[in-house]
């Protein structure tokens, strides 16, 4: 079983409409779940950082984290083209560990 | 604020050529640093970390390296490079207190 799921997409989905990213994992000692976008040719951009689970929102995202579940969440709210990009999940135990990166899914937000 | 700044963003290099691809960070003091790969469906790749000057650890035996010659330097080389040294390099840093940011990248195309 591989530590982080997350399925490669591509996710096409219309302007305006909410978008749901998901993740699974298999380590119940993650504490701490990221969410970065990557546009193509360029690094990843953090998004959100959580710690431990429950809610967090900034704008239009909000990052959900269910630990006994072992599924983090992703959603962005009245999607923009300019939302298109490839969404990577990343997690790790403790602040200074090692992190472990999804494969990332790639969102398409047709106008 | 941080920055960090990677370069050059495009390099086309023959078979066993050497490589030299440089990091920088600026805004904060002490960062860990790190070097990263990705490929296409294959996700990102930890190359090197770095917690300190000097201090190098690598994550995978190939025909890379990397060196830390100063406390917001990173720097990955290669004598001569292989076909498979092609990809999209990534040079990152974090803290304890600061989630993991990235640069924008290199793509490295080997002829």
């Known amino acids: 079983q591989k530590e982080v799921e997350q399925d490669p997409g591509p996710l096409s989905v219309p302007e305006g409409a909410i978008v749901s990213l998901n993740c699974t994992y298999s380590?119940?000692?993650?504490?701490?779940f990221m969410w970065y976008r990557q546009y193509s040719r360029k690094g990843p951009e953090l998004l959100m950082y959580t710690y431990s689970s429950g809610n967090k929102e900034d704008g239009r995202f909000t990052a959900q984290v269910d630990k006994s579940s072992k599924y983090i969440s992703l959603f962005i709210r009245d999607s923009q083209p300019s939302d298109s990009a490839t969404y990577l999940c990343a997690m790790t135990v403790n602040r200074d560990d090692k992190i472990i990166f999804g494969k990332g899914t790639r969102l398409h937000i047709l106008p | 604020s941080q920055t960090i700044h990677q370069w050059p963003a495009t390099l086309v290099q023959p078979v066993g050529s050497p490589l030299s691809l440089e990091c920088t960070v600026e805004?904060?003091?002490?960062?860990?640093l790190y070097w990263y790969r990705q490929a296409a469906g294959r996700g990102l790749q930890l190359l090197f970390y770095?917690?300190?000057?000097?201090?190098i650890s690598s994550e995978v035996p190939q025909n890379l390296s990397a060196s830390r010659p100063q406390d917001r330097q990173f720097i990955l080389s290669s004598k001569k490079l292989l076909l498979s040294d092609s990809g999209f390099y990534l040079c990152?840093?974090?803290?304890?207190?600061?989630?993991?940011?990235f640069g924008d990248g290199t793509r490295l195309s080997i002829l």
């Open positions: 805004g904060t003091s002490n960062p860990n």
């Open positions: 770095s917690v300190g000057i000097g201090q």
């Open positions: 990152a840093w974090d803290t304890y207190y600061q989630p993991q940011h």
């Open positions: 380590n119940s000692a993650f504490q701490y």
